[in-house]
């Protein structure tokens, strides 16, 4: 393919080994081929994309809609030297920038399956809740029990282990199709290559591969007694609002939310940011607030329970501070 320039809309002009034009209704940078498999945007903002709304921009942030386009984009990447960051449903991720100096990409990859042995065959990108709900409601898979309301992707939640009550994805989980952005190939990943453990996995200390598809065995019974405490907790307990979810992981032996209403900051306020009322590790947007704001209030959290009690909280989101 010859090399085209690229007229970006600040009038500079980037060369790049691949095709590109801007779609001058929307000034859209768009990556060519035929099926249109990436789009590629400036100064994109990211607010609406954030659980807990917070706002920022990316220099660039690409739309992948086909697997090639994950090829196109890191091939742009790498091309120009860019720094680079995947997102899900970015649920568990907090921006502490205005404007990511790269490209923030974001894959559209859907579609997801239910076979006769039950095993759940689903693109990484499509969302976990709706997918439970149509398991459960279209083809009698009690799934509730475990992944009752967990709010992101599952590409996250495997990266992340995601999950309550010991009913982490890993329980289920079979095998995982990546894309391996420094080797620019596509292998499989079986439950023995994660390495899960508590909130993390292979995916998670590993970046550079982007989990594209996955298997889940659903064929085990649920139990029934955990699927009711998962539904009280996640509607009687969870607060509701913009929220990304557990802030910190639970200590050894005991809990975060527990620690953080015993030092005494339920309810207390930075800015527009709030630790919630209702679980002391859930912080909560109540007011435009700003990433500064929340990682105030997440200061505050961490050294006065290690202050009052000697224990240090981790945190469970990822908190992205520059360029990776």
Same mark, same amino acid.
Request: hydrophobic content about 40%.
């Given at each position: 393919?010859?090399?085209?320039?690229?007229? =970006? *809309?600040?009038?500079?002009?980037?060369?790049s080994?691949?095709?590109f034009w801007?779609?001058?209704?929307?000034?859209?940078?768009?990556? @060519?081929?035929?099926?249109?498999?990436?789009?590629?945007?400036?100064?994109?903002?990211?607010?609406?994309? @954030?659980?807990?709304?917070?706002?920022?921009?990316?220099?660039y942030?690409?739309?992948? $809609?086909?697997? +090639?386009?994950?090829?196109?984009?890191?091939?742009?990447?790498?091309?120009?030297?860019?720094? %680079?960051?995947?997102?899900?449903?970015?649920?568990?991720?907090?921006?502490?920038?205005?404007?990511?100096?790269?490209?923030?990409?974001?894959?559209?990859?859907?579609?997801?399956?239910?076979?006769?042995?039950?095993?759940?065959?689903?693109?990484?990108? =499509?969302?976990?809740?709706?997918?439970?709900?149509?398991?459960?409601? +279209?083809?009698?898979?009690?799934?509730? +029990?475990?992944?009752?309301?967990?709010?992101?992707?599952?590409?996250?939640?495997?990266?992340?282990?995601?999950?309550?009550?010991?009913?982490?994805?890993?329980? %289920?989980?079979? @095998?995982?199709?990546? %894309?391996?952005?420094?080797?620019?190939?596509?292998?499989?990943? *079986?439950?023995?290559?994660?390495?899960?453990?508590?909130r993390?996995?292979?995916?998670?200390?590993?970046?550079?591969?982007?989990?594209?598809?996955? =298997?889940?065995?659903?064929? *085990?019974?649920?139990?029934?007694?955990?699927?009711?405490?998962?539904?009280e907790?996640?509607?009687?307990?969870?607060?509701?609002?913009?929220?990304?979810?557990?802030?910190?992981?639970?200590?050894?032996?005991?809990?975060?939310?527990?620690?953080?209403?015993?030092?005494?900051?339920?309810?207390? $306020?930075?800015?527009?940011?709030?630790?919630?009322?209702?679980?002391?590790?859930?912080f909560?947007?109540?007011?435009?607030?700003?990433?500064?704001?929340?990682?105030?209030?997440?200061?505050?959290?961490?050294? *006065?329970?290690?202050?009052?009690?000697?224990? =240090?909280?981790?945190?469970?989101?990822?908190?992205? $501070?520059?360029?990776?």
């Open positions: 393919m010859p090399v085209l320039s690229l007229r =970006e *809309t600040n009038g500079k002009a980037l060369q080994n691949l095709d801007i779609d001058m209704d929307t000034m859209i940078l768009r990556i @060519s081929t035929q099926s249109m498999s990436a789009i590629l945007s400036e100064h994109h903002s990211l607010k609406n994309l @954030s659980t807990l709304r917070l706002d920022a921009t990316a220099r942030f690409a739309d992948i $809609r086909e697997e +090639d386009g994950l090829r196109e984009i890191f091939s742009f990447v790498r091309e120009h030297a860019l720094p %680079y960051l995947v997102i899900g449903g970015w649920s568990n991720m907090i921006f502490a920038f205005d404007e990511f100096p790269g490209v923030i990409i974001r894959t559209n990859l859907k579609g997801w399956s239910i076979d006769t042995n039950k095993h759940l065959h689903v693109c990484a990108w =499509e969302l976990v809740t709706p997918v439970s709900i149509a398991l459960e409601r +279209d083809h009698g898979v009690p799934i509730f +029990d475990r992944w009752f309301g967990l709010p992101g992707t599952f590409g996250g939640g495997i990266a992340g282990n995601a999950g309550c009550f010991g009913l982490e994805m890993s329980r %289920y989980f079979v @095998s995982c199709r990546v %894309y391996d952005v420094d080797h620019d190939n596509f292998s499989m990943l *079986t439950a023995s290559d994660m390495c899960f453990d508590y993390t996995s292979l995916l998670k200390s590993h970046p550079e591969l982007v989990a594209v598809s996955a =298997e889940f065995d659903l064929s *085990t019974d649920f139990d029934q007694d955990r699927y009711r405490r998962g539904v907790f996640r509607q009687l307990k969870q607060p509701k609002g913009f929220t990304c979810g557990s802030f910190f992981k639970n200590p050894p032996g005991d809990y975060a939310g527990r620690l953080i209403e015993a030092a005494g900051l339920k309810g207390t $306020r930075i800015g527009g940011a709030e630790i919630s009322l209702l679980h002391g590790n859930f909560l947007n109540v007011d435009n607030a700003s990433w500064q704001d929340v990682l105030a209030l997440w200061d505050l959290a961490k050294e *006065t329970v290690r202050e009052k009690f000697g224990i =240090e909280l981790i945190p469970e989101v990822r908190i992205v $501070r520059n360029a990776s």
